[in-house]
């Protein structure tokens, strides 16, 4: 079987960042995205919609391993209309993944599906993969998210779904918005500051998936997060400290509310609410970690 892995929901920070890790492993790349087709440093494009079964399906057919990052951004004010596009895009793109996978003559090997930490809501409780789940849009999108996954048995194709964190890296992610306010000295304690940030580095998450491709014992859910998450207040405190910058003001939840709202255009849920969470399965399995501190990891990204 060719070393073929098909990206959906490839184009995007994370996906692009792992296209470029498997590349450098030896693999060949296939991105499904809405994008024209098209041939690009070596990574061939397919077009698709996320929902119905067509040419693209093909692409799966033979592949090695299939790996699902689609989903509408949940980077957005959370009206009616893109409550439903986020839920809909994530569980119609499951589905049309799995039928595709069903009617392949060559099945992948695995299917490793993308999920999120925020099944666990917003809680300072320590989570684990055993964890009770939180409540919440968030949390729910996440409930359905995993049910639809594990929903279908692929008799023939390990499923591995990882619960992603705060995953940090250069030119984009979830990183780069937080850099732009510590550069213009607005990079203090958000709201709390309590709110926890399971960070990690995006070479860890990287290597967290291609161990999910090669490790034939890796199934069901892992925490696909660093072992050592930090509190808003840490985290920011560190950035700065990183950066060159001096002491920022904080920036109370009224006024992270107005900002989100008026100025970013996305929920003030997203920077007001967080979650403590490690990686049990990943650590009990013997997964090494490259970075666990916060601060080399952020001076890594910042050279």
Known sequence: MERKVVIAGGSGFLGQSLSAFLIEKGYKITIISRNPAKMVNG???VQWDGLHLDDWASEVDGSYTLVNFTGKSVNCIYTKKNKE???????????????????????????????????????????????????????EVC???????????????????????????????ALE???????????????????????????????MILWAIENDEMRGIYNATGPNPVTNKVFMRTLR????????????????????????????????SGRKCIPKRLIDAGFTFKYTDLKDALKDLMV
């Open 85 to 139: 596009e986020i839920i809909s895009s994530r569980i119609n793109s499951v589905h049309a993944l799995q039928q595709a996978v069903l009617n392949s003559k060559m099945p992948p090997k695995v299917f490793v599906q993308a999920g999120s930490l925020a099944i666990f809501g917003n809680t300072k409780e320590l989570c684990d993969e055993y964890s009770p789940h939180g409540d919440g849009f968030s949390a």
């Open 43 to 45: 990574i061939r494009y």
């Open 241 to 272: 400290d990183v950066m060159g910058k001096g002491w920022s003001p904080p920036v109370p939840a009224p006024f992270v509310w107005l900002g989100a709202y008026l100025i970013m255009r996305t929920d003030p849920s997203l920077a007001l």
């Open 143 to 173: 409930k359905l998210w995993e049910e639809a996954f594990f929903q279908q048995e692929l008799t023939n194709t390990r499923q591995v779904l990882l619960r992603i964190g705060f995953a940090l890296g250069k030119n984009g992610g």
């Open 177 to 207: 918005p937080l850099q732009r306010l510590a550069q213009y000295n607005l990079g203090g304690t958000i709201g709390s500051g309590e709110q926890y940030i399971s960070w990690l580095h995006i070479d860890d998450l990287n290597e």
